[in-house]
């Protein structure tokens, strides 16, 4: 860009990435691909120091043209002449599309269940943790309850694993739904599952949950083309209690 942070060019592999083309962004601002994920101050930082250290480095999101949102690793440097007046920036990216993604699946698989979905054994200590201080900290109760099926081997050993995997994600989805929004249902492993019942829930609310659970559970589900009933047992404990 010019010094008033116009652009007066851009190579190839900046229109292969954004998808604009030269002529329709010069003498343009590169705001014009803003996603408007950053806020006022972002912006002011990185121009506070771009003026004081004459560059910045740094994760940002723009958009395509075709208005995908995308992560890119960019730094900007100012340009002087031979008298130290300020005559351009130059910026230069790299999209981060794929490192991003891949960040994300490594999240995925260290903290969540590859079967259900559900938080793991891990992300459940590291959540029961952290509502315990919290509620402690607010003076108020917590209930944990501990889950796991009834007949379960039996439908792996009649049916086959695979029976047993679809009949795994679909207690997964009917617990999810037996709970309020900020609740935390996990999977510890086999047929083991726990939920953390926050916002000031104690006995009585974690009773009926509990009940509603039960009821959930035992209602009949398919699986490959046999009609199934199981059951499900629950032990509750209630912090501070």
């Known amino acids: 860009t010019n010094a008033r942070g116009l652009i007066t060019d851009i190579n190839p592999a900046y229109e292969r990435i954004t998808g604009y083309h030269r002529e329709e962004l010069l003498g343009k601002s590169p705001g014009t691909a803003k996603s408007g994920r950053h806020d006022a101050d972002f912006y002011r930082n990185m121009w506070n120091r771009l003026t004081q250290e004459g560059r910045w480095e740094g ?40 490192r991003k993604d891949a960040e994300q699946r490594l999240v995925q698989l260290a ?18 943790t952290h509502e315990l201080v919290h509620a402690g900290y607010r003076d108020i109760p917590l209930a944990l309850m501990f889950l796991d099926l009834d007949r379960f081997k039996w439908v792996n050993d009649t049916l086959g694993h695979a029976a047993g995997d679809d009949q795994l994600k679909e207690i997964a989805t009917r617990l999810q739904e037996c709970g309020q929004d900020n609740d935390t249902v996990a999977r510890l492993g086999g047929d083991e599952f726990t939920l ?5 829930q104690g006995p009585e609310q974690a009773a009926l949950v509990a009940e509603r659970i039960i009821t959930r559970v035992r209602e009949p589900m398919t699986l490959h083309g046999q009609v199934v009933h199981v059951g499900a047992s629950v032990g509750i404990a209630v912090y501070p209690d």
């Open 196 to 200: 953390i019942l926050t916002d000031g």
């Open 111 to 128: 903290f969540y269940d590859p079967l259900t979905g559900l938080p793991n054994r891990l992300f459940f200590r590291d959540r029961l």
């Open 59 to 98: 994760e940002i999101w723009d958009r395509r043209k075709n208005g995908e949102l995308f992560p890119k690793w960019l730094s900007i440097n100012t340009i002087r002449n031979s008298i130290g007046e300020l005559t351009h920036y130059v910026g230069v990216f790299i999209d981060i599309s794929d």
